[in-house]
């Protein structure tokens, strides 16, 4: 898990820690038979020869440590120390007391590097989350303040930017090619040990992490602990290949199994961040899972490859283009589909309204699909606020209605769209729109999914008020929307 929190002056930050870092730890054993020595022997030589001590000297200027200053209560602090401990025993369904806020000071760190010599930095989201103040300080022990332009929980990237000219910026290389076993460095702070090296090999690529994330992560033996978080990760070259984002350990601290996310899914993202603030994700509405060897035989699949779609979003892209539940994707865009990881790293980093063409298997027989992506049913600001010509900026994230959601605040029949998110700063907070809120109509216009909003926005008047119907906590409310 994320690995920024090491050291903190306070419950709730080694608590984040360990919620972060903790993933239930398996410890099989293994027996070894076989194995010719000779052969292990050659391959720890070819690792240990690895000579990074040029490369150090070269890149450490451009890496720098990230300081983080946010204010918790006194609440938090105690909520912190002991919920994960007793959802240990008594699960999700724990509540745990609000308490006198009494505000206190949390400090934590991280690391990051140069991208541009304009002051352009990458860390993780994780590392600046919450933060009241960002500064960095450099190797020569320079101190500067940094501006955060955008930050991604999904992907876990963030960008900093701090003022000033001819930064020592990083080369970014190509993690598409990085290889199985070969060597890497990492250069970070753990535990606050500043601009620590430290190396091995890389152990797999595209590793998964369900659908909390949306990154291939790449797997390495490199020794990263708590304060590496959002440092970079070398190839032999002295080019950036990874961001160090996590690692997988019962103790928190390393056991040997580090991940990175792929410079390349990074930088897509440092551009969406450097340019909207934010990132647009595209939508195709499917459910994929792996397939094991006996799904592959009750499919008639020659081996365990694919992904197996268990559900189709009703009005998607992919119901649309005539997918369906239990159809085996093979391929898609011409890229061979071995796992569903596969098949959602491509969707990671497709766009909005790029075309699809999918290889099936359906029934036993074979057949191509095609069709256009859209935009993420939560992501209305890339459907709407871009394209208006009138530049109304409500500051809203919504997403279509879940079934069952749909029948919770059902109320005289209607339907409507959630508010997932409200932007302090923009015309919808200053209404008294809050997120949790479901809007059933808009400007006189029925609003029975996303789509609909859109269109409701392209409308709107340049100056005046506009009504939106609201279901808030099972209650309708009609509020005056004041367009400036």
């Known amino acids: 898990m994320p690995i920024n929190t090491p050291n903190r002056q306070s419950a709730v930050g080694i608590q984040h820690w360990l919620q972060r870092s903790m993933l239930a730890l398996t410890v099989s054993t293994a027996m070894i038979a076989g194995i010719n020595v000779t052969t292990i022997n050659s391959a720890q030589a070819a690792v240990t020869t690895a000579d990074f001590s040029g490369l150090v000297q070269q890149v450490t200027p451009a890496v720098a440590r990230v300081n983080v200053t946010k204010t918790v209560s006194e609440a938090e602090l105690a909520k912190a120390q002991t919920a994960e401990l007793l959802r240990q025993f008594f699960g999700d369904r724990v509540r745990i007391p609000d308490r006198a806020a009494t505000p206190a000071i949390e400090h934590a760190y991280g690391t990051a590097f140069f991208v541009t010599t304009d002051g352009y930095m990458l860390t993780n989201h994780h590392v600046i989350e919450g933060a009241d103040k960002i500064t960095v300080t450099l190797n020569d022990r320079t101190e500067l303040d940094a501006t955060l332009i955008g930050s991604d929980e999904r992907s876990d990237v963030a960008v900093l930017k701090v003022e000033g000219k001819q930064f020592p ?56 602990n708590p304060g ?17 984002s996590r690692i997988f350990s019962g103790t928190g601290g390393y056991m040997g199994l580090s991940f990175s996310i792929p410079i390349d899914a990074a930088m897509d993202i440092y551009e969406q961040l450097k340019t909207n603030g934010e990132v647009t994700r595209a939508y195709m509405g499917i459910y994929p899972q792996d397939i094991d060897r006996n799904l592959a035989e009750a499919y008639q699949l020659d081996k365990p490859q694919g992904a197996l779609l268990t559900r189709v979003s009703p009005d998607s892209p992919a119901q649309k283009s ?10 898609y865009n011409d890229v061979q589909i071995m796992q569903a990881a596969d098949l959602l790293n491509l969707l990671n980093r497709a766009r909005p309204n790029d075309a699809f063409r999918a290889y099936i298997q359906r029934n036993g027989k074979k057949m191509t699909v095609s069709g256009k992506l859209t935009y993420a049913p939560d992501d209305v600001r890339a459907q709407s606020g871009d394209q208006q010509s009138n530049d109304v900026q409500l500051g809203l994230r919504l997403r279509d209605l879940t079934p069952d959601e749909q029948a919770e605040i059902a109320v005289d029949n209607k339907t ?39 269109g409701a926005i392209s409308s709107l008047p340049q100056k005046g008020v506009v009504t939106i119907e609201i279901i808030r906590q099972g209650i309708p409310a009609i509020i005056g929307l004041r367009i400036e």
């Open 322 to 331: 005539g997918l369906k539940p239990g159809d085996v994707i093979l391929q």
């Open 228 to 244: 590496n978080s959002g440092g970079p990760l070398f190839n032999q070259r002295g080019e950036v290949i990874g961001i160090n």
């Open 169 to 224: 910026a990083l080369p970014i290389g190509d993690s598409n090619v990085l290889k199985v076993g070969e060597p890497v460095l990492a250069i970070g702070s753990p535990f606050g040990f500043d601009y620590s090296a430290s190396a091995g090999i890389v152990s797999a690529k595209s590793r998964s992490f369900s659908r909390e994330t949306s990154v291939p992560f790449i797997q390495t033996d490199v020794a990263l």
């Open 416 to 454: 409507g769209i959630l508010v997932t998110m409200v932007d302090p700063t923009g015309l919808a907070a200053r209404s008294g729109i809050l997120a949790g809120d479901v809007i059933t109509n808009f400007h006189q216009k029925p609003i029975k999914q996303v789509t609909d909003f859109s």
